[in-house]
């Protein structure tokens, strides 16, 4: 849950980005005459598109590039210079960033490539240690710039950047392709979309597309940040930033790539990053304030959506529509994108019926048919009664065909001056065929979309994500469990069953009860304090994978068994292994119910994080588990196990019991506690299994604990 | 698989629709003056868009109507007169059409509304009555018409007959909503795409979709044919169509709709169909010559990729961006939809080396980079290269994006002449920006996606279509086994699961062995021909769910307890249905293994298909099943279990054992042999568990036959 991250993934202030995308002047190293050229193209951008600042080219030899005074040196350069744009072969790079250093510029974008991107990870290694040396804040390398429309930076190069009439609005692009995400800018352009600012991070050798999504999220006149993302280092970060864009009410619309296996490895080669685990992404996606894309046309429709600024208060979508056919497709794609139909009231259906008359279907999707196609008042009046029914949280409405189209939206725009809810239209001819019409709704900020299945995405997403807002305002802060003091043995090393069982229950979470029998003991065993049948299970912390070393004997049902057993994994595991350090053997009552795997892993990037699936091929083959980031409460965790697709398991499947599932949740959560509060030395945590039975009642047969 | 269908799905011969679409003249009963009216328009349409044949308009009391001679009685009406358009009110409808077969006219088109879809089901049976005696076939009620682009028959209304320039190609639409269907086609024509056709078949009384698409099939210069569904009535058509599809290769792009529980009740309440579950027409699409579409981008992607007429021989793809971001993105999609990506050769990398320097990354995708973006000859080297790589089916190209556009677009267009395999493009920037070079691709008949996710899909239903093809003509016809005699009881009935079993194993299918154990016998038992643990049943016709009558003991291990069970289930019976037969309790082994069902259902829309899944919750609650109409092999049974999501556990999943499957994928393709031979009187089938052990043998421990 959204609430529980700020404390979790607390992290230093991010950097004060202000000069960097409002600089007072800008130096061009590596500036070139030639307006075409990589040195050239921001010489010419930031003198002809009315940047306001100072513009230095850099060149030993020339006296002016482009009518410009030039400089031979950056460490020459006039103050106030926020900015050095870097346009030099790769290994001149770093002697130039030590010399920004020298002349106190703060900042550094450096365009130039043939750093990790082709194998000199060594020349960026290089670079790194210089920009610490020096203080110097860089972009890049590899990188395309940075485009502030609002002041007219043009410090970059690239198609973006040599174009001073691209379409401006409260939407931010920041992309870890230059190429690509430019292309994706230009698309959704000429699909309407105003832009404030494109920024290309290149290979990260310090500055992140984090960095510049938080600088953005403190940004007046920037509503909007679309992130095209092929690998974050510090997931936590990413967790941060979603918390804040959360906060601040500002939506991270995210394209993230590289997902597949093969998709990994083209990231690796391209951004020389290190690609973490999707499921990961997803989970911080879910968490924060992000909404998830993956095609150019996903941008453009989400985009549009937000810009109408109206949050639905739910998922319920009402239809109104002259053809029965569009009702059909559009139902279809709603209930495919998680929406829900409304159903109407009595009296809207009642009101709908007097107005549509015999022709009209008045249940929703509401079809009035091609009788009311040509009746502009009508189909507002009706398009009113579906906004005013309390149980529609969304309209979508197919457009107006009629020769009165313009008329039909000239009535709706003063409908929604009446109205808060979001009302999205879908085409029902061609745009062109209505220009008056779609140029009076788009002044009103109402969305047209061309085709069903974009126009229930757009509506999907602002469901989807005006819920999250509403959950993190009725959200509370997980409630911290007391601190459990936990006695660790130092290092690396992965903790016995029995030890691991004995944390889990200073957890407060039951575990099997069990009696250890030293193997000098075994003999003279004469009573257990639990019920047969039990199990037998090698103790030793050097073999963490008992099964697998015949170190596990279940089923047995008597005192000479259990003995036999005894004698018999002892044999086994010294056969496994004859330097394993061996405590003696564990006798444990067997748990039974429903079987649950929950596991806790400290991520490297991401941070603590908790899993639950049922057991076995559940998890493991059909990959049905559910995760999140710890810490977070028992609601959370229901919330997991509803997720869950098979959780018709817990609620009475073919006559089988229903389980109480509030004890489970609240073991799930205690583990999200335990993660988060010994994140400094718990690595991984693995109940597997963990029995939970109808009555509630939830029991841990095995544990395992490793230490970093 | 396709090769099957044909016998299976044998129908009478599709009515020749010849001179409904060609008619050599039409009346027009209920013509307007008005042309913007319903009864106007057509006679507007078939005097000013150049068809050929003779107009009559038909209304009494009009001696002429938009300047032709008008006719009181359709009956009056000249002679050759093949189709009779009507738009008149619903009630007036069945006496016309009787006149129509009075006057000998074979076809008429009912454009009026007014019956079954507005709850007048009593008319619209009086029309299918009237229709029978007249001999008259109709399209309608209900619907927009019938247009013919190729010889302008503008029969019907709507924006659609209003066009006369509606831009004329390959593409015939055929849609079961009318004004939901135009606003398709007007909009896959904004993208380019030509028609040939557009018909609505509205409510279907008498002529259908299915036989629109068959006629059309048969058409000369119909290359594709689009088809919106909301419902079929015969699922039995609709496969024998899409063998028809196959075998002709003309590709079916089927937009299904109405397959939410939602989308259903909307589908039923606007055609007055029953539609069918999803799943049969799933399929009959995967089985026939069909191309599943869900949104209008979708149909315009899969039309233009297919109109290169250029199929793959596999679904290896190459990719050629000069953005690594493009290529990431095009990779992960790629993945997505079943694509893989191209391993290229060592020689292809190496030439490729050669050409893009140091910058470029000549694994798939290949990433030309930057510096060789603006040189057209060395990017479409590039091409060929990926072309001539055996490892490549397809090659998706990322759009040059250079000044010199219109010298690649030409370069590839030469380069397509020596190729044979396809190639699509996806748009690096705006295609405005390379219009020339756009209409050189567009004349050459390569298509340009806007979008990577577009280019992907395009890609991905060449593919699917062109492997479905490949199998159509590598598969042969299934063997038909020998005839089993069954010797089933007369009337509808549940056969006991004794007799189930007999029939299974008449079909060579193994069942568990079993002794019958009549009540009176019970106290003498004294010997089993079998080992323990065994199972004791109760065996009754009248119990078909013996669970439930607590009529099941499992794991009975000595002769005592197989005599308590017996008594224990006699009286549970009893208790549970006192009139139930009992013709005593059945002894039977305990079969073990991997449990499985298999289920075969005489569907009556679709005829008998064949299921297979795992046990318990796999199938029910996961929906971890894969379905085929019988009759199948083998080897279709064995694709089959290789679908489902838990195969893992056929092949040593976590240590366990390998599963041999022949004999299983033999029982299986068993049961579609008795589903077929015996399709007159077994509805239902169930065996349920079906254990296949790691050695490959295989037990049906369980059966349930209905008959009807």
Request: net charge negative.
């Given at each position: 849950m959204a609430e529980s991250q700020s404390d979790v993934v607390a992290g230093a202030t991010p950097p004060d980005l202000t000069r960097l995308f409002s600089p007072r002047g800008i130096a061009i190293v590596g500036a070139s005459e030639d307006p075409r050229r990589i040195g050239g193209q921001p010489v010419k951008g930031l003198t002809q598109y009315g940047y306001q600042g100072s513009v230095y080219p850099v060149n030993p030899g020339h006296a002016t590039i482009q009518g410009l005074k030039a400089y031979s040196d950056i460490r020459d350069v006039p103050q106030p210079c926020d900015v050095a744009l870097i346009a030099l072969p790769a290994d001149k790079v770093p002697d130039v960033i030590a010399?920004?250093?020298?002349?106190?510029?703060?900042?550094?974008?450096?365009?130039?490539?043939?750093?990790?991107?082709?194998?000199?990870?060594?020349?960026?290694?290089?670079?790194?240690?210089?920009?610490?040396?020096?203080?110097?804040?860089?972009?890049?390398?590899?990188?395309?710039?940075?485009?502030?429309?609002?002041?007219?930076?043009?410090?970059?190069?690239?198609?973006?950047?040599?174009?001073?009439?691209?379409?401006?609005?409260?939407?931010?692009?920041?992309?870890?392709?230059?190429?690509?995400?430019?292309?994706v800018v230009?698309?959704?352009?000429?699909?309407?979309?105003?832009?404030?600012?494109?920024?290309?991070?290149?290979?990260?050798?310090?500055?992140?597309?984090?960095?510049?999504?938080?600088?953005?999220?403190?940004?007046?006149?920037?509503?909007?940040?679309?992130?095209?993302?092929?690998?974050?280092?510090d997931g936590r970060r990413l967790r941060r930033v979603g918390a804040r864009a959360l906060a601040c009410g500002k939506p991270i619309v995210v394209w993230k790539v590289g997902n597949t296996a093969r998709g990994r490895k083209a990231a690796v080669s391209h951004t020389a990053n290190l690609t973490s685990d999707y499921a990961l992404y997803k989970a911080a996606f879910h968490e924060g304030g992000f909404i998830e894309i993956s095609d150019t046309y996903d941008l453009?429709?989400?985009?549009?959506?937000?810009?109408?600024?109206?949050?639905?208060?739910g998922n319920r979508v009402g239809i109104l529509t002259t053809s029965g056919g569009a009702g059909v497709v559009l139902t279809d794609l709603c209930e495919e994108q998680g929406l829900s139909l409304a159903e109407l009231t009595e009296e809207t259906a009642r009101t709908l019926k007097e107005l549509g008359g015999s022709f009209a279907a008045v249940s929703n999707p509401v079809d009035l048919s091609a009788r009311l196609a040509g009746d502009p008042v009508a189909f507002n009046d009706a398009t009113r009664l579906l906004l005013d029914d309390p149980n529609v949280d969304i309209a979508i409405v197919r457009s107006f065909a009629g020769t009165a189209s313009d008329v039909w939206a000239r009535g709706l725009s003063e409908l929604l001056d009446q109205h808060t809810k979001p009302v999205l239209i879908t085409q029902s001819g061609l745009a062109s065929q209505s220009a008056e019409a779609q140029k009076i709704l788009e002044n009103k900020g109402v969305p047209c979309f061309p085709t069903p299945g974009r126009v229930v995405r757009g509506a999907a997403a602002l469901a989807s994500y005006a819920g999250k807002l509403a959950r993190r305002r009725i959200g509370k802060a997980v409630a911290r469990d007391p601190h459990v003091n936990l006695e660790l043995p130092a290092g690396t090393q992965v903790l016995s069953e029995r030890n691991s069982k004995k944390i889990l229950a200073s957890y407060g979470?039951?575990?099997?009860?069990?009696?250890?029998?030293?193997?000098?003991?075994?003999?003279?065993?004469?009573?257990?304090?639990?019920?047969?049948?039990?199990?037998?299970?090698?103790?030793?912390?050097d073999i963490p994978h008992k099964t697998e070393a015949g170190g596990v004997r279940t089923g047995l049902r008597t005192l000479a068994a259990v003995k036999k057993a005894a004698r018999d994994v002892l044999k086994s595991a010294r056969r496994y292994d004859s330097k394993a350090r061996i405590n003696g053997v564990v006798v444990q009552e067997t748990?039974?119910?429903?079987?649950?795997?929950?596991?806790?892993?400290?991520?490297?990037?991401?941070?603590?994080?908790?899993?639950?699936?049922?057991?076995?091929?559940?998890?493991?083959?059909?990959?049905?588990?559910?995760?999140?980031?710890?810490?977070?409460?028992?609601?959370?965790?229901?919330?997991?196990?509803?997720e869950l697709k098979a959780h018709p398991l817990f609620t009475?499947?073919?006559?089988?019991?229903?389980?109480?599932?509030?004890?489970?949740?609240?073991?799930?959560?205690?583990?999200?506690?335990?993660?988060?509060?010994?994140?400094?030395?718990?690595?991984?945590?693995?109940?597997?299994p963990l029995f939970v039975r109808p009555d509630g009642s939830v029991m841990a047969a095995d544990c395992l604990i490793s230490l970093k």
């Open positions: 010399q920004c250093g020298e002349a106190a510029i703060p900042f550094a974008i450096v365009l130039s490539a043939g750093f990790a991107e082709l194998g000199r990870q060594d020349l960026q290694d290089k670079l790194a240690d210089v920009i610490r040396v020096s203080g110097v804040r860089v972009v890049g390398p590899n990188c395309t710039g940075l485009l502030n429309l609002k002041d007219n930076v043009y410090s970059g190069f690239g198609a973006g950047f040599r174009n001073p009439n691209l379409k401006r609005g409260p939407v931010a692009m920041v992309t870890q392709s230059g190429g690509f995400g430019y292309s230009a698309f959704a352009e000429s699909e309407g979309v105003g832009f404030s600012h494109m920024l290309a991070t290149g290979n990260e050798v310090d500055l992140t597309s984090m960095d510049m999504v938080e600088h953005l999220l403190a940004t007046d006149d920037v509503e909007i940040i679309v992130c095209y993302m092929e690998g974050i280092r453009v429709d989400v985009v549009r959506a937000l810009q109408q600024h109206r949050l639905p208060r979470i039951p575990v099997v009860r069990e009696q250890v029998l030293l193997e000098s003991a075994i003999n003279a065993l004469s009573a257990l304090p639990f019920a047969f049948p039990v199990v037998v299970k090698i103790d030793s912390e748990a039974q119910g429903l079987e649950l795997i929950v596991g806790g892993v400290n991520d490297v990037a991401f941070g603590p994080y908790v899993m639950v699936g049922l057991g076995g091929i559940h998890s493991e083959i059909m990959k049905d588990t559910s995760l999140r980031y710890a810490p977070f409460d028992g609601h959370t965790a229901l919330e997991m196990l509803n009475g499947y073919r006559g089988g019991p229903v389980y109480e599932l509030a004890s489970l949740a609240a073991v799930v959560a205690r583990v999200s506690q335990l993660m988060i509060q010994h994140a400094d030395r718990v690595a991984e945590l693995d109940i597997n």
